[in-house]
């Protein structure tokens, strides 16, 4: 009877949870998910503040193989800058590709000279269940890109020790989620570059506070917030401090079916009289290519008769409203290659705050870039060529 009590309490303990949690990263070959992060970070410069910046990153990942627990991820980083308060749509900034093997649980490998993502080993789990309450520590790793701040071409990283607090379950829309708490302080002293001249962090200091929801179904994080603040002592004796708060969610969403998608547009397009238009799938997603399209003669100023067109790719890119968009500039010809670069970012910026005014995407769900003259699709030559190389694409992105 003994015996019996016994085994239906230790039955009881297990149904119960109460031996704690197994975390661990799971990989499945072709699996694709994206995440979606948001940073308003104040800039200070020797103890005063510059500016505040607003920073989106939109991530795709994409896990290509899987040896034994291990995935290998290829990973895409689209970064937008811009400073807060200025009302223009934000261009696209920098696009990183990433590709590295990570383990189950969390270990980053084979990623030397590869700027993004910034924090690896982040987050790693022990290998043993944990029960809410339990904490556990793991060095992690910063890399920076220092190319545009300091001239430093390579990819710039500096340790750092993490402590992690598992928290317990919650109910997050639905969904059943664990909360595992992040935090990390910074205090280091960087070897001074042999090769480089310039000005170059010599202290580094900050720290890191974060909560992190993890699925423990799909084995990933579903979402994090952060509050941080970095300061980079620099060989000159100035300082700069970054500080400020973000966020990010991985955002689920089946892959497009671009035959139908492409299909479904070109009809919308023909029965609303929209000519010079060309759509196709292409490995980003369905582009839709406006040729000549029109704007106040050396200006990214729209004539009327563009706005009525872009009121239907409006209507047509509102049916799939989880999708974001890129927006794509490109001029036939102008004086210098920079008054090229200049104008195609003008005009691109300018579709984009039309779809923006009318409530096709918010600013999240838009990346904007000019590409000058550089991609031309006829011959410059010709009245007809340079008409076709005025154009801009719009794309419905997989990712």
């Known amino acids: 009877m003994k015996k019996k009590a016994l085994s239906l309490f230790f039955l009881f303990i297990l149904a119960s949870g109460l031996c704690g949690e197994v975390f661990r990263f799971q990989y499945t070959p072709g699996d694709r998910y994206r995440f979606v992060s948001t940073v308003e970070e104040d800039v200070e410069v020797n103890g005063s503040y510059a500016h505040t910046a607003e920073i989106i990153n939109k991530v795709s990942v994409e896990v290509e193989e899987v040896r034994g627990e291990s995935g290998f991820l290829i990973s895409t980083f689209n970064t937008t800058h811009r400073v807060k308060g200025d009302t223009e749509v934000p261009l696209w900034g920098d696009t990183y590709l990433s590709r590295f093997w990570r383990n189950e649980f969390g270990v980053f490998s084979e990623d030397q000279g590869q700027f993004m993502p910034v924090v690896r080993n982040v987050p790693v789990f022990p290998d043993r269940n944990l029960l809410p309450g339990d904490s556990w520590m793991h060095d992690g790793y910063e890399v920076h ?25 919650e109910l997050v829309e639905g969904r059943e989620l664990h909360l595992i708490s992040i935090y990390y302080t910074v205090f280091y002293r960087p070897i001074p570059p042999r090769k480089h001249t310039g000005l170059y962090p010599v202290k580094i200091t900050g720290f890191s506070k974060q ?67 060309n759509v196709e799938a292409t490995e980003e997603g369905v582009k839709i290519t406006l040729e000549n399209i029109q704007f106040m003669p050396d200006s990214a100023v729209l004539l009327p008769s563009e706005k009525k067109k872009l009121d239907l790719i409006g209507e047509i890119l509102s049916r799939y409203p989880d999708r974001d968009i890129l927006i794509v500039g490109h001029t036939a010809y102008a004086k210098t290659l920079e008054g090229m670069q200049i104008l195609s970012e003008e005009r691109a910026q300018a579709v984009a705050e039309y779809l923006l005014e009318r409530g096709v995407r918010t600013l999240e769900g838009m990346i904007v870039q000019g590409k000058g003259g550089s991609v031309p699709i006829a011959d410059n030559s010709t009245e007809e060529g340079m008409r076709r190389n005025r154009r801009v694409e719009i794309t419905l992105l997989e990712n």
């Open 145 to 169: 890109d220092f190319r545009p701040s300091f001239g430093i071409p390579e990819a710039y990283s500096f340790p750092i020790k993490v402590l992690y607090t598992y928290k317990g379950r």
């Open 211 to 277: 909560l992190l929801y993890w699925d423990n179904v799909l084995g990933r994080p579903q979402s994090y917030s952060e509050e941080f603040e970095m300061n980079f002592f620099l060989n000159d004796g100035q300082f700069v401090c970054y500080s400020g708060i973000a966020e990010a969610e991985v955002i689920d969403s089946p892959s497009l079916d671009r035959g139908a998608i492409t299909r479904d547009i070109e009809r919308a397009l023909s029965e609303g009289g929209v000519e010079s238009a």
